[in-house]
RNA sequence: GCUCCGGUAGUAUAGUCCGGUCAAGUAUUCCGGCCUUUCGAGCCGGAGACGCGGGUCCGAAUCCCGCCCGGAGCACCA
């Protein structure tokens, strides 16, 4: 009756839709969506990136279209590959479920650059200067052709032969594009595209020394966007100049530039999300690793046991727009709880234990405690409390932190087990009586509930927290079964990951 | 300084192009209640925002002008 008056109140109860992305512009201009995540493999990757990666491939998805990543490595010098981060770039992003559906390394495409700069310097769109940089740089901003700027073509692709013999050193001689000496951001006007490296101080990590010159970013990503079919750039606002200037060059030669999307910076609230500050800090020995909990790596949340669909939603959920945000970890944390809640099981962790000694237990006690309380399948564990035999007492772990509400005289319940009231609570120890068994007792008496581990059930056990310090404890002996890389619900704690199990658990905290 | 962006609750976001249905929606956070053998989750209720000042208009978060604040770029880095 009531449901035909309103069937809608019935059906589905209330579906929380997803927050979808905006559509990509021009989408249906395309045939094939294609976007690329193009890092330099200099430094981990970290929740800064996380904008790039998940946007590109999640617009990559959404059109059925292809996500790429591309190694920018193509300077050995300043901004230098290290070559254990293009395999953790690749963990980093299968983690993340952002597999690529094609991969390339800009290093193995130096004949590429040079084909394309060489059409250019022939065409008399591009010129190799021999300028000192102050002397161009006087030049340029006063609006004037440097001496370079006019020679022949022939004379320019003589010079670049030059260069690529190796008759110019280091700084002595720079290709660039010729765009409008009387471009408003003086920036723009005629950019460099290629410089000389020495090779010998500076071999590439992954070719040595088989180049000496070497491609500047513009040159090298904008040739890659239009020769591997990108439509839709998607990267940083910082890159919003580089677009002006690439633009000459795909004037140059007869390409259309593709759609660009240029997202704001993302920031987190107390991390460092700079890659210096990064660095900076393992050089120091600051931080212990890469993954170290203080971070906002994604080795870090991994091995907080954060996943990575709640990362992906909350990047979805703060979208494309220009403008920078800061994040909070609470809506990381929010994400991540929703998510594991219902998936992880439930163990008991006492952190600084102090004992409990409680008397007059008349009988064994059988505690059966499930590993989730919803899901009664996946089993539980259990703890026999047998009272020793001379005076019916038995020994617990509770935390030091439920003092607070150990009185002498209050009545608490040890979850799932029985009720006791307390007779003398120290900082070091506990001393209590049985009280009553029934759970609607400690209800009834609104006895507040604690957790506990019995004393010869236990397992050393210790957390790391985000901020690196150490919560020592006890865990419950059922913790002895689990593995690495488990995630599980500390109660009245929070979740953690378990990173390593033998004699003692270690665990990092994720969140409450 | 110059060239560009951007500013909606503690945080993030919707709405801004094409003014009214926005006395501003959503998520999270916080508070209260219910429920529950966790201080968790769930459910219900509540608190909380259009940077500032003018103008146009019957009517402005939305349009115009000025200001303030924040950010990015101004490399032979990416």
């Known amino acids: 009756m009531v449901e035909e008056t309103w069937p809608e109140a019935f059906s589905k109860e209330k579906i929380e839709e997803e927050k979808k992305l905006p559509p990509l512009p021009n989408a249906d201009k395309y045939a094939k969506i294609v976007t690329r995540f193009s890092p330099n493999p200099d430094c981990i990757l970290h929740l800064g990136s996380a904008r790039a990666i998940i946007l590109c491939h999640e617009y990559a998805r959404m059109y059925k279209g292809k996500f790429i990543l591309r190694f920018e490595d193509t300077d050995p010098k300043t901004k230098r590959p290290v070559l254990e981060f293009y395999d953790r770039i690749r963990e980093d992003l299968t983690w993340l479920e952002c597999k690529p559906d094609e991969e390339y390394i800009q290093s193995d495409r130096i004949p590429v650059y040079y084909e394309y700069t060489e059409k250019m310097l022939k065409d008399g769109n591009a010129y190799v200067c021999t300028c000192q940089p102050q002397n161009f740089r006087e030049k340029i901003l006063a609006q004037k052709p440097c001496p370079c700027r006019d020679l022949s073509p022939e004379e320019q692709l003589e010079r670049w032969q030059r260069m690529l013999n190796g008759e110019y050193k280091e700084g002595e001689a720079v290709v660039r594009i ?38 500047l970013y513009n040159l090298a990503c904008g040739l890659d966007d239009h020769l591997m079919g990108v439509t839709h750039i998607i990267r940083g606002k910082e890159h919003l100049t580089n677009m002006v200037r ?42 212990k690793g890469w993954d170290d909990p203080r971070l906002a790596t994604f080795a870090a949340l991994r091995r907080r046991g954060i996943t990575p669909a709640a990362i992906k939603k909350l990047i979805i959920d703060v979208g494309p727009k220009t403008s920078d945000v800061v994040l909070s970890w609470e809506n990381l944390y929010a994400y991540n709880r929703k998510l594991l809640d219902p998936k992880v099981n439930r163990y008991f962790f006492v952190q600084y234990p102090i004992q409990l000694l409680v008397r007059k237990i008349p009988k064994t006690f059988n505690a059966k405690l499930r590993l989730h309380p919803e899901f009664p399948e996946r089993g539980s564990r259990e703890y026999i409390v047998r009272p020793m035999e001379t005076d019916e007492t038995a020994l617990f772990w509770i935390s030091k932190s439920d003092l607070k509400v150990l009185a002498a005289g209050s009545v608490v319940r040890l979850m799932e087990l029985f009720n006791i009231k307390v007779e003398n609570a120290e900082s070091y120890a506990v001393e209590a009586s049985f009280e009553s068994e029934s759970y609607e007792e400690a209800r009834k008496a ?8 019995l004393i010869g059930a ?50 990092y905290y994720a969140h409450k």
């Open 178 to 215: 010729k765009t409008d000496l009387t471009h408003p951001n003086p920036a723009v006007r005629d950019w460099p595209a290629l410089r000389v490296i020495d090779i010998e101080k500076f071999p590439h990590p992954r070719i040595g020394t088989k180049y000496r010159v070497w491609p």
């Open 458 to 507: 236990d397992l050393p056990c210790k957390v790391i927290m985000p901020d690196a310090t150490t919560v020592e404890g006890v865990a419950e002996s059922a913790c002895k079964k689990l593995k690495q890389n488990d995630v599980v619900q500390f109660e009245r704690f929070g979740f953690v990951r378990i990173d390593k199990v033998n004699s003692k658990i270690t665990a």
């Open 446 to 453: 609104g006895a507040p509930l604690i957790h506990w581990v």
């Open 246 to 287: 690439q633009e000459f060059m795909y004037k140059h030669l007869g390409w259309k530039y593709p759609e660009a999307i240029h997202y704001g910076r993302l920031k987190i609230k107390g991390a460092f999300l700079s890659k210096s500050k990064i660095v900076q800090g393992i050089r120091e020995g600051l931080y």
